[in-house]
């Protein structure tokens, strides 16, 4: 399994709502400045399904992120399968003003394990910069 954490400086609310708006979704999920999330599906709900498009800007490379949620409990967990049958979980720990965010995943076979934890840093680290820098 791969582990990746960060801790955000900001409400539960803030970055629950941040982690699973689509809208949102779009301007975090990138791990490199030259990638772009173009489209971002989330029903959020056990058995709904969501997907997000990656691509990197130029066309030259990019993939679809999809499954199904297996559990959820909002606040604090949510658990996916994806169309690979590979498992995931994010984990949000409320600590007052601060959410410590927790990714855990199956790497897949075909990518190296330490690209896939590095590509999925990136995005974390997005993501906290993203809430931290967002006045909603």
């Known amino acids: 399994m791969i582990k990746v954490q960060n801790t955000i400086n900001a409400s539960i609310d803030k970055v629950w709502d941040l982690w699973t708006s689509p809208e949102h979704i779009k ?20 058995g709904g399904k969501f997907k997000f498009t990656m691509a990197v800007k130029d066309g030259s490379d990019g993939f679809d992120f999809e499954g199904i949620y297996t559990k959820i409990d909002k606040f604090s967990l949510i658990e996916y399968e994806l169309t690979d049958i590979r498992t995931a979980s994010v984990r949000f720990e409320n600590m007052g003003a601060e959410v410590k965010l927790t990714e ?17 840093s990136a995005i974390i680290q997005k993501f906290k910069e993203y809430v931290e820098n967002n006045k909603r």
């Open 104 to 120: 855990t995943f199956e790497p897949e076979t075909k990518i190296s394990e330490e690209m896939q934890e590095q590509f999925c």
């Open 27 to 46: 301007n975090w999920n990138v791990p490199f400045e030259n990638w772009h999330t173009p489209h971002a599906e989330n029903d959020l709900r056990v």
